[in-house]
C-alpha cells in the first residue's frame, strides 16, 4: 500500500496566490516525521519544512506553512505569496519511528506535484 | 558551509558495464544515504551509513553496493549494468544523532547516470 499519496500531479497558481499542495500519508507508527522538499530542475531536492507526529502545532517556515491534520492523516503544504521562482516539483516524504542514531534517513517518497507559477 | 558534493555529476555507461559514484556529506554530518529517483519508480530508498556501517537498506539487489570511509565520505557501486538503472543517484547527509526532531536530510544535486 503506497504509504505517501500525492493526488495532483501538477498544478498552476498565478505569482502572488497562495497555493495548497495535498499529502495524505499511511502509517501505524505513532511517532514518524513528515517533510516536503522542492525539486527545481536543476535535481536537487531542498528542504523547505518538516513536522513531527507529537508537534501540536502546524509547522512554519517563512512562506510556507503545513496544514498537519492527524487524525486525516493528511500534512497538506501552504505556500503564500508565490513566486516564479517556486516552479518546481514537490515532494511529501515520512518518515516512520524516531530514528534511533544512525537511521534516520530513510524515507519514502510521494510521486510529487508538478507547481507551475504564471504571470 | 560546503553542501553535499557529489561526482560525477553526469555519466554514460553501457550495459554490463560497473560505475561508482561518490558523495562528500557535509562536514560534521556523519550519516550518509543514497536514493534513486526514476520517472517510473519515483524516488527510493537505497542505503545508508553511518559511521562506516550500513544501517539500512532499501529493496534493491545486490548488484548495487556502497562503502563509507572514515571521513563520512561515501561511494555506491553498481555493478552488471541495465537500461533500468538509468536514472538520477541522489546521496544526502544528515547529523543523525537520533535525538527528537527532524534530522533533516541535505541533498546533493545528484549524479545522473545513463545505460546504454
Known amino acids: 500500500a503506497q504509504k505517501i499519496t500525492q493526488t495532483q500531479p501538477g498544478m498552476f497558481v498565478q505569482e502572488k496566490e497562495a497555493v495548497t499542495l495535498d499529502c495524505t500519508y499511511d502509517?501505524?507508527?505513532?511517532?514518524?516525521?513528515l517533510f516536503w522538499y522542492k525539486q527545481p530542475s536543476s535535481g536537487e531536492m531542498i528542504f523547505l519544512i518538516y513536522?513531527?507526529?507529537?508537534?501540536?502545532q502546524n509547522a512554519t517556515e517563512g512562506r510556507y506553512s503545513l496544514n498537519f491534520q492527524k487524525a486525516r492523516k493528511s500534512a497538506n503544504l501552504v505556500i503564500s505569496a508565490s513566486q516564479l521562482g517556486d516552479s518546481a516539483m514537490y515532494f511529501c516524504?515520512?518518515?516512520?519511528?524516531?530514528?534511533?542514531?544512525?537511521?534516520?534517513?530513510?524515507?519514502?517518497f510521494g510521486t510529487g506535484t508538478r507547481l507551475q507559477v504564471t504571470l | 558551509k560546503a553542501g553535499v558534493t557529489q561526482t560525477p555529476r553526469y555519466l554514460i555507461k553501457t550495459r554490463g558495464q560497473q560505475v561508482t559514484l561518490s558523495c562528500s556529506p557535509i562536514s560534521g554530518h556523519r550519516s550518509v544515504s543514497w536514493y534513486q529517483q526514476t520517472p517510473g519508480q519515483g524516488l527510493q530508498f537505497l542505503f545508508e551509513?553511518?559511521?562506516?556501517?550500513?544501517?539500512n537498506k532499501g529493496n534493491f539487489p545486490g548488484r548495487f553496493s556502497g562503502r563509507q570511509f572514515s571521513n563520512s565520505r561515501s561511494e555506491m557501486n553498481v555493478s552488471t549494468l541495465e537500461l533500468g538503472d538509468s536514472a538520477l543517484y541522489l546521496c544526502?547527509?544528515?547529523?543523525?544523532?537520533?535525538?527528537?526532531?527532524?534530522?533533516?536530510?541535505?541533498f546533493g544535486a545528484g549524479s545522473r547516470l545513463t545505460v546504454l
Open positions: 544526502a547527509s544528515s547529523s543523525a544523532t537520533g535525538s527528537s526532531g527532524a534530522n533533516v536530510l541535505t
Open positions: 513536522q513531527g507526529s507529537y508537534d501540536q
Open positions: 551509513y553511518f559511521s562506516e556501517t550500513q544501517r
Open positions: 502509517t501505524s507508527d505513532p511517532s514518524y516525521g
Open positions: 516524504a515520512m518518515r516512520e519511528g524516531r530514528g534511533s542514531t544512525g537511521t534516520a534517513s530513510k524515507l519514502t
